[in-house]
């Protein structure tokens, strides 16, 4: 069974979630910086709090909207955590101490 490359699977599911993601982080960090920092008032900064819980998308939509962006949140988390220990991985791959090279069969393919 050929291994799973998380990398192609983070770049491919990476466009489809980026502007759900922002548009959610934008909105809850506007929402709270406006109501504390600024003084308004909740009635007044509401939109962002629709927008941001997809409440436009009614009753049947909100629900599908929350889990999916959720869902593409934890998936981007554990292939990126994936791909960065992969990446780091190697560093802690001992050397030899006669030739400084790595020590052979552990090699990190990536």
Do not use: C
């Not at 979630?17 to 809850?28: E, K, Q, R």
């Not at 939109?47 to 939509?61: A, P, Q, R, S, T």
């Not at 992969?86 to 802690?92: C, H, I, L, R, Y």
């Amino acid at each position: 069974m050929k291994p799973i490359n998380f990398r192609q699977l983070h770049r491919k599911v990476a466009p489809i979630v980026l502007l759900p993601l922002l548009i959610t982080a934008l909105t809850g960090m506007s929402y709270r910086i406006l109501k504390s920092w600024l003084g308004l008032s909740r009635d007044s900064v509401h939109f962002l709090m629709v927008i941001h819980e997809g409440e436009y998308l009614g009753n049947f939509g909100e629900p599908i909207y929350v889990f999916l962006n959720g869902l593409g949140l934890l998936f981007m988390i554990v292939t990126g955590a994936n791909i960065l220990l992969k990446s780091v991985k190697p560093w802690f791959i001992p050397r030899d101490k006669e030739t400084g090279n790595r020590e052979q069969g552990t090699e990190n393919n990536l």
